[in-house]
């Protein structure tokens, strides 16, 4: 089945610094990434739509310039939270869409920490 | 935008019997609605799934109802068991390649 992968798992890092998670489909084109954030115990808000080869649309309240999402390629997307800070610490999570078939693939999830 | 509210947020149940969660969502034009299972740490799993054109479906001890005119879609799980423990998440979209907005979640305790 589709599969994407999504890394780091968990990142621990430094008030101020950058962050890079990526997510790559395996086996199948993903025309559509979307990115989302969950806070502990709570549901997954959508952040920002990417489409390959276009900007991504981000969710009202969401800061572009702090995450930065770039779908360079069908197979590859990425988000990166610029300038981090401990209110940012949380699970981030992508759901790519099958250029052939409808569905919704789900990477692992990347725990977010910033210290 | 598109809302979908979801209840209970908890729900205690003894296997063997059976739980129900309920979501309803606003936008009419919404016409899919995939049911998600959660454990701790983890990536969502879809169970089941259903399109507007369709009524009922029922996977095995799964099954989701939905109904168009009051929009409202519920998750029927029958014969409980303590695997089944998780949060569970209703959500809903316009269509393929469209973003699914995602219920609050259930959180399912199964006891044995």
């Known amino acids: 089945g589709a599969v994407v992968s999504q890394h780091p798992s968990r990142v621990i890092c430094k008030s101020g610094t950058s962050v890079k998670i990526e997510c790559r489909s395996l086996?199948?084109?993903?025309?559509?990434m979307f990115w989302y954030r969950q806070f502990p115990k709570q549901s997954l808000m959508l952040m920002a739509t990417?489409?390959?080869?276009?900007?991504?649309?981000?969710e009202q309240g969401v800061e572009k310039d702090k995450f930065l999402i770039n779908h360079a390629s069908l197979t590859l997307s990425t988000l990166t939270v610029t300038s981090a800070h401990p209110e940012d610490s949380s699970f981030y999570i992508c759901s790519a869409i099958n250029r052939d078939s409808y569905g919704y693939t789900f990477g692992s999830g990347t725990r977010l920490t910033v210290v | 935008g598109e809302n979908v509210e979801q209840h209970p947020s908890t729900l205690s149940v003894q296997e063997g019997d059976s739980a129900v969660i309920k979501c309803t969502y606003s936008?009419?034009?919404?016409?899919?609605f995939p049911w998600y299972k959660q454990e701790l740490g983890k990536r969502p799993q879809l169970i089941i799934d259903?399109?507007?054109?369709?009524g009922e479906k029922k996977d095995q001890r799964i099954a989701v109802t939905l109904n168009k005119t009051a929009k409202h879609f519920s998750l029927h799980i029958t014969e409980t068991q303590p695997e089944d423990s998780a949060v569970y998440f209703c959500?809903?979209?316009?269509?393929?390649?469209?973003?699914?907005?995602f219920g609050k979640g259930t959180l399912l305790t199964v006891n044995p």
């Open positions: 990417s489409n390959e080869g276009s900007k991504a649309t981000y």
């Open positions: 936008d009419s034009a919404s016409n899919y």
């Open positions: 086996d199948f084109q993903a025309t559509t």
């Open positions: 959500a809903a979209s316009k269509g393929s390649n469209y973003k699914l907005t």
């Open positions: 259903i399109r507007s054109n369709v």
